[in-house]
């Protein structure tokens, strides 16, 4: 061993020391950086938002222009959005306390029937006010994935409210709601995360992302320029990596609710944080501003399990009826509750229509600016209509007379109906009420028919050009096998 001078052992030993503590103080900072990455932003605990802020910002003020001309829109489109997991919805758990809040001052829809029960031709169907299947955005067969995109010829929101004179901005953590798919059709900037195309196997991008990029692209728009914000939020989607402090807040003691429900739920508060922040960002910046809370469809969370575990193949409300929920300080008696039943398709022709405007095209939904306005008490259908089309599934429903029947042409046209005040569809009554059963199948006859029509008007689908990565993306989603 070679020979150390006293001094310089000293200076040796106190060397390590400090390596040693340098590497000791960075070991917390180093791991959980390593073990996620991207990751960890996508579990970090939803902030605390202040009530006292939230509610000074719903405040009434029947003075406010609800008009083209003077109020900005802002729509937050939530992906796997299960409408019985919401406090405003029923769930007594604390799930969903801004949401809440927003009910209380605002108008919500009781029962809002989404037209498919998957990300793409469902939100094609609330962004046009057109079928799902007209848009031939459906991924039909169980061989390669159906690359189809939203055809030009449709009108989207964006692209009546840019004809209004709006800037409109949007932006989307789905890769089914990008401008591969023509989803970006109407927008002057559309923002997809650059986390969505360079790290394909991680989490899809937070609330906190797409809320910054809309901000981003709010502030650098003239205040006195009216605008359109539409943004794809994706924090309830599985994969679900709910950070534990989230957890601990939906659960309560005693309470027997299964883990993956409790993950989805937190996932949830979570998105519940975002949204309330996006809300109270942009209403700082635009103080007219109308505000629309919208799912694309729901999630079967096997609960209970015949609703199956995610989306896409199944009808069952769990998956078609979702929270829909407007403010504005002008719309009258905040709190109400609209009953009846709409639709997704209502929301484009609904939008143009509040701010005293009309849908340039002819749509298949009715415009609920009525039922908004206080001026009725129900949304304007008898009947809802809804569909998957989507790898083997192929079912139709109807919803209506108090009663939801289910089609499974998939297997020869074999249906199932349930009670609409059965929320968790356990008894199939087919064949118990045989009046109202025929009833309703041979209005869902008519309208399977009325859809064929309209799709032969339309011409072939239009198919976008998906990346590897984007690809690779939607496999992780959960929508190719
Ligand atoms: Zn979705």
């Not at 939803?46 to 802020?53: A, F, K, L, Q, Y």
């Not at 405040?59 to 083209?68: G, I, Q, T």
């Not at 009216?226 to 309470?255: I, M, N, S, W």
């Not at 009808?315 to 002008?330: E, G, I, K, M, Q």
Request: contains cysteine; glycine residues 8%; negative net charge.
């Amino acid at each position: 061993m070679p020979r150390v001078r006293p001094r310089l052992r000293l200076a040796l030993i106190l060397a390590g020391l400090a390596g040693l503590a340098f590497v000791a103080a960075a070991i917390p900072r180093l791991v959980p950086h390593r073990r996620s990455g991207v990751h960890a932003e996508r579990t970090a605990a939803p902030r605390e938002v202040s009530t006292r802020r939230v509610r000074a910002a719903l405040a009434p003020d029947p003075e406010l222009p609800l008009d083209l001309a003077e109020t900005d829109v802002l729509v937050a489109m939530v992906c796997t959005f299960r409408r019985d997991q919401l406090e405003p919805y029923g769930q007594t758990r604390p799930t969903s306390p801004f949401l809440n809040l927003l009910a209380r001052h605002g108008v919500l829809f009781e029962h809002a029937i989404v037209q498919s029960s998957w990300t793409r031709p469902s939100t094609g169907s609330l962004v046009t006010g057109r079928w799902a299947q007209v848009l031939q955005l459906d991924d039909p067969g169980d061989e390669a994935f159906h690359n189809r995109a939203l055809a030009p010829d449709f009108v989207t929101i964006a692209e009546a409210m840019s004809a209004q004179g709006y800037r409109t901005i949007g932006a989307s953590g789905n890769p089914n709601i990008s401008s591969t798919f023509g989803f970006d059709q109407g927008f002057d900037a559309y923002h997809e995360p650059e986390s969505l195309w360079r790290d394909s196997s991680g989490p899809a991008p937070t609330g906190a992302e797409l809320n910054a990029q809309l901000l981003a692209e709010l502030d650098a728009t003239p205040s006195d320029q009216r605008v359109y914000l539409q943004g794809f939020y994706v924090d309830t989607h599985a994969p679900r990596r709910p950070a534990t402090k989230a957890l601990r807040k939906v659960q309560v003691e005693g309470d027997s609710t299964p883990r993956r429900v409790l993950a989805y739920d937190a996932a949830l508060l979570t998105l519940d944080a975002h949204l309330a922040e996006l809300y109270l960002e942009v209403k700082r910046r635009r103080p007219n501003l109308l505000f629309i809370v919208v799912g694309d469809h729901g999630e079967g969370l096997t609960w209970p399990a015949h609703h199956g575990k995610g989306h896409g193949n199944y009808l069952y409300t769990s998956s078609v009826d979702v929270p829909f929920l407007w403010f504005h300080p002008a719309l009258p008696e905040p709190g109400r509750r609209i009953e009846g039943l709409s639709m997704g398709i209502d929301l484009a022709p609904t939008i143009l229509e509040l701010l005293g405007g009309t849908f340039p095209v002819p749509v298949d939904g009715s415009s609920q600016a009525k039922a908004l306005l206080g001026e009725s008490e129900r949304s304007s259908h008898d009947l809802a209509f809804t569909q998957t089309y989507f790898r083997r599934s192929d079912k139709t429903a109807v919803l209506g007379q108090g009663y939801h029947l289910i089609r499974d042409r998939a297997a020869g046209g074999e249906q199932a109906m349930y009670d609409l005040d059965e929320a968790l569809q356990t008894d199939d009554v087919s064949g118990n009420h045989p009046t109202v059963q025929g009833l309703l199948a041979e209005e869902l006859d008519q309208w399977e028919q009325r859809v064929a029509r309209s799709l032969q008007r339309q011409g072939g689908p239009v198919e976008g050009q998906p990346s590897k990565g984007m690809l690779e993306q939607l496999r992780t989603l959960g929508y190719i096998e």
